[in-house]
T-cell receptor
Framework: NAGVTQTPKFQVLKTGQSMTLQCAQD?????MSWYRQDPGMGLRLIHY???????DQGEVPNGYNVSRSTTEDFPLRLLSAAPSQTSVYFC???????????FGSGTRLTVV | KNQVEQSPQSLIILEGKNCTLQ??????????LRWYKQDTGRGPVSLTI?????NTKSNGRYTATLDADTKQSSLHITASQLSDSASYIC???????????FGTGTRLQVFP
């Protein structure tokens, strides 16, 4: 039982490149979300999904796309990377409303 | 505006000592408050979850308290260990929403 698995762990991109951050969970949780963590700031919600086929924007969605074709997978796509997207990205999954979130181990992205 | 503020920003203690971390929030209407531990380079891990009606909850050497009237919470760590060195993040959610409001965390360092 792996929980939430994120790949890759580290990535360096050039400005303008695109890439997909992968997130997979094996807990059969309906709710999944993507956050970014920047120094001196709390985690900020990028996009979230309450179930397969349903996604919505969070606090900082610009420059990112998501899709949820299955319960297990919730990939995050960077369309055209910018230095402002240098950050650590976390994927999380949750059961019911008052249950804890299970976070992945993060992807450290650097855009040069 | 929904906000979560934590203090102190950083804390250094000696192994075996106790410490208390503070969290003040302005989230309304309040649903639940969570404390997470985040080791360097890892994703946050849930310590406790408290709803409106809960005043205290323990998880081993970690004890969280909640005063919903004053909108304050504390995390008390007893008999600290070197492995307690981490960031501790307070997270609050509003009722009837799936979105979390994260504090910026308290960085705790435990020295031998």
């Amino acid at each position: 039982n792996a929980g939430v698995t994120q790949t890759p762990k580290f990535q360096v991109l050039k400005t303008g490149q695109s890439m997909t951050l992968q997130c997979a969970q094996d807990m059969n949780h309906e709710y999944m979300s993507w956050y970014r963590q920047d120094p001196g700031m709390g985690l900020r919600l990028i996009h979230y999904s309450v179930g397969a086929g349903i996604t919505d924007q969070g606090e900082v969605p610009n420059g990112y796309n998501v899709s949820r074709s299955t319960t297990e997978d919730f990939p995050l796509r960077l369309l055209s990377a910018a230095p402002s997207q240098t950050s650590v990205y976390f994927c999380a999954a949750r059961g019911g409303t008052n249950y804890g979130y299970t976070f992945g181990s993060g992807t450290r992205l650097t855009v040069v | 505006k929904n906000q979560v503020e934590q203090s102190p920003q950083s804390l250094i203690i000696l192994e075996g000592k106790n410490c208390t971390l503070q969290c003040n929030y302005t989230v309304s209407p309040f649903s639940n408050l969570r404390w997470y531990k985040q080791d360097t380079g890892r994703g946050p891990v849930s310590l406790t979850i408290m709803t409106f009606s809960e005043n205290t909850k323990s998880n081993g050497r970690y004890t969280a308290t909640l005063d919903a009237d004053t909108k304050q919470s504390s995390l008390h760590i007893t008999a600290s260990q070197l492995s307690d060195s981490a960031s501790y993040i307070c997270v609050v959610s509003a009722w009837n929403t799936d979105k979390l409001i994260f504090g910026t965390g308290t960085r705790l360092q435990v020295f031998p």
